[in-house]
């Protein structure tokens, strides 16, 4: 049976054929179901009325009660600027409109009282209301507008008298007709539980809120509905895989304990042992692993996964660690090659540039399982690199590689599937991976290794720059190495060259008896690799560079970091390159090079660096300040297309849905309870769906 909420928009009273095709194309709204979960993303509060003389440009919006002194109209006709001069008791401020003159001159009836609502702003050094809604004061207003909805809309939208008040308008209509057919979507029990407003209530006050509290009450209830289908469905899959997919069982750790006690130089930390526990029990219980690693920078997660690929090995399996540059597969590779010498296990690498009679001896050797560990870059999971018996594969510094790919490694092996561990240095905030890796296993590494000093960070401004050199002098005459990083985006890719070499030959001057190495996405391979291995040797001292050294470089003796335009970068991206330096026993610094004038929201983000290292935090703050989808950088990554959840600052929700989702799959997988009907209705039904769960999959 189809349901009210699959009717099609046009069929709403107010929509007709044109509109509808309007919201289909602007909004994406179909049916009467797509209008009504098009929920407002904010509520303009007209029950409170800011006196003239409190005005600042720090209110986003204000509303306010006067009358007009008068107005002006200047400007050439098509870029005409109408001011009016508006007051109440207490002041005297500036209205202005830059459009659209003739539609409000009639309004302004010197003797009415206005009611004025807008955004303060300044212009010409005061402070002006800008495009202000203006209308006669009424001192009896309907009750359902005291707290406005504000809906997402387009111009276009705009244009067809579909703009947030006519999307109100809409809303309205469709309220009055489908209220009898909302049917609860959550168990009782849980309503209970979770002292949830019904759905009922939720989708009545989300719209028409009946006041502040009702609002929360609805927005709490919406909000957990959303996370809770999320996670049932996320938990379901993971559930399901556990089912349906086996593992090699790798119980045998004799490998591994000899590695330990009598290769390996340092013990492990306390987090690291509990990772490796998880691991292991995992990868020992004939159940396909599939975790997520998340440990901050130099927590030392490749050695975990060089115990991972021990375990593998030492069962007779093989091993890969999937690196997302050649640099940094090349640095694994000569790392680990050491250890694997010693255990006397073969070890080789692949990546792009791997010759070709090189490469046909690599992928035999692989295929005859002469090759215990592969390490490599994408190569790695090309159609005609076949393993022997793939036991593990390592995904590091996951953020670079899509899902897809995942799942390339994963079907590596036709008897089972490898166990798969990702790792991340890019801590991802918790409210983050429960909705992106909701399906996989968490471990996480929460502390550094023993005698790390926390990296000193600060900010300096151009005008400091002889001051910075002195010190890179100190530091290089005490015989540390220094990077120095330059932003370098494609759009502006040019001058930020220029900036990067005008940098180098700045430095060149001032250090004219050091040497100094430069690197940049735009060398050949060749020249980069010499130029990185002449810093890593120490032969140069400082390295002028762009990003490209961000991920996972290691030289234990370089103790400064500095960032040039440090406001142009993310706080991920600082944070990782901050981890570049901080690596060996000495004191490190980082310095974040920027100008005064910055933006608000860049010095936070500079400020946040100062105050913390701990990537958690990090990770928390860039959630708050970019919201999520720029983070994964995945626009595709559709479990962050929420209605009304924010993963920024509903953690607590989420956690909480979480906990129903977990109840439900440890009690009621299938649904069978006649008190989880509700929710199996919910999925089934083809009508009012939460979420779209085409997008989630
Ligand atoms: P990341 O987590 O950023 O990938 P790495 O695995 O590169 O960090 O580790 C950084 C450095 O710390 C490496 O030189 C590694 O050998 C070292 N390391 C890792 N674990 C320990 C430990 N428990 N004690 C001392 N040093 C460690
Ligand atoms: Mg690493």
């Given amino acids: 049976m189809a349901g009210f909420f699959d009717s099609k928009i046009e069929f709403l009273k107010g929509v007709g054929p044109q509109r509808a095709e309007m919201l289909r194309k602007e909004l994406n709204i179909f049916t009467f179901g797509d209008l009504i979960q098009h929920y407002p993303f904010r509520y303009e509060d007209r029950t409170h009325f800011t ?87 009424m001192p009896h207003k309907e009750p359902d507008t005291f707290l406005q909805p504000v809906y997402a809309t387009t111009e276009k939208l705009r244009s067809g008298f579909l703009g947030s008040k006519g999307i109100y308008k809409l809303q309205k209509v469709l309220l009055d007709k489908a209220l009898p057919n909302i049917r609860e979507t959550l168990p009782p029990a849980f309503i209970k539980k979770y002292n949830l407003a019904g759905k009922l209530f939720a989708v009545k006050n989300i719209h028409i809120p009946e006041s502040h509290e009702a609002l929360e009450l609805a927005r709490y209830r919406l909000k957990f509905e959303e996370f809770f289908y999320i996670q049932l469905q996320l938990l379901k899959s993971k559930s399901e895989r556990y089912k349906k997919f086996s593992g090699f069982v790798l119980p045998d750790t004799k490998l591994l304990t000899r590695f330990y006690n009598e290769v390996l130089t340092f013990s492990l930390t306390a987090s690291q042992k509990k990772v490796m526990h998880e691991l292991y029990n995992d990868m020992k219980s004939g159940r396909q692993m599939n975790r997520l690693l998340q440990g901050d920078v130099g927590s030392g997660k490749t050695i975990i996964a060089f115990l991972a690929m021990l375990l593998s090995v030492g069962n007779g399996c093989q091993a890969t660690l999937m690196a997302p540059t050649e640099i940094l597969a090349e640095q694994h590779y000569n790392n680990l090659k050491l250890y694997a010498d010693e255990l006397r296990i073969g070890m080789n690498i692949l990546t792009g540039s791997t010759r070709k009679s090189e490469r046909k001896k690599i992928l035999e050797e692989l295929q005859t399982g002469v090759t215990d560990i592969l390490i490599g870059t994408h190569a790695l999971i090309e159609e005609d690199v076949a393993f022997h018996k793939l036991g593990l594969s390592v995904i590091d510094e996951q953020h670079r590689f899509g899902v897809a790919q995942r799942a390339k490694l994963w079907k590596k092996n036709p008897e089972a599937y490898p166990h798969v561990l990702v790792m991340t240095a890019t801590p991802i905030p918790r409210t983050l991976a429960m909705t992106l890796y ?88 060749a020249d980069k690799e010499i130029e990185m291995k002449r810093f890593s040797s120490g032969e140069t001292r400082i390295m002028v560079s762009t990003t490209v050294i961000e991920v996972g470089i290691h030289v234990e003796n370089a103790t400064v970091m500095i960032i040039e335009n440090a406001e142009r970068f993310g706080l991920a991206q600082l944070h990782q390159l901050r981890g570049r330096v901080g690596r060996g026993a000495d004191q490190s610094y980082c310095i974040l090079m920027t100008d005064p004038g910055i933006s608000k929201e860049a010095k936070t983000r500079l400020q946040t660096l100062v105050k913390t290292n701990d990537g958690f935090e990090i990770a928390d703050m860039d959630l708050q300040l970019r919201g999520p989808g720029d983070i994964t950088g995945t626009q595709q990554s559709g479990a962050l297309d929420l209605l009304i959840g924010n993963l920024g600052t509903d953690g607590f929700i989420l956690q909480k849905a979480r906990e129903a989702a977990i109840e439900i799959i440890e009690t009621d997988p299938e649904l069978g309870n006649p008190e989880n009907r509700n929710i199996r209705e919910q999925i089934n039904s083809q009508g009012m769906n939460v979420i779209n769960w085409s997008r989630i999959s």
Avoid at 438 to 464: A, W
């Fill in 51 to 137: 006196r003239v003389s409190e005005l600042n440009l720090s209110m986003s919006q204000v509303q306010l009660r006067g009358f007009i002194r008068g107005y002006r109209l200047s400007g050439k006709p098509g870029r005409q600027r109408l001011e009016a001069s508006f007051y109440d008791d207490t002041g005297e401020t500036g209205l202005v409109w830059f459009q659209g003159a003739k539609w409000v001159i009639p309004k302004l009836q010197k003797g009415t009282e206005f009611v004025v609502f807008g955004k303060p702003m300044s212009y010409n050094n005061r402070v002006y209301v800008a495009h202000p809604e203006i209308d006669p004061y």
């Fill in 438 to 525: 909701g399906d996989l296993d968490v471990s996480v590494i929460d502390e550094l290794p023993h005698g790390r000093k926390p990296v000193k960070t600060y900010i300096q401004f151009d005008s400091s720059r002889l001051k910075v050199f002195g010190f890179i002098r100190k530091q290089v005459t005490d015989g540390r190495q220094v990077y120095i990083v330059y932003p370098l985006i494609e759009e502006s890719e040019k001058v930020d060259l220029k900036h990067l070499y005008d940098g180098y030959e700045s430095i060149a001057r001032a250090f004219p008896d050091t040497g100094i190495s430069i690197v940049h996405g735009r060398q050949k391979p």
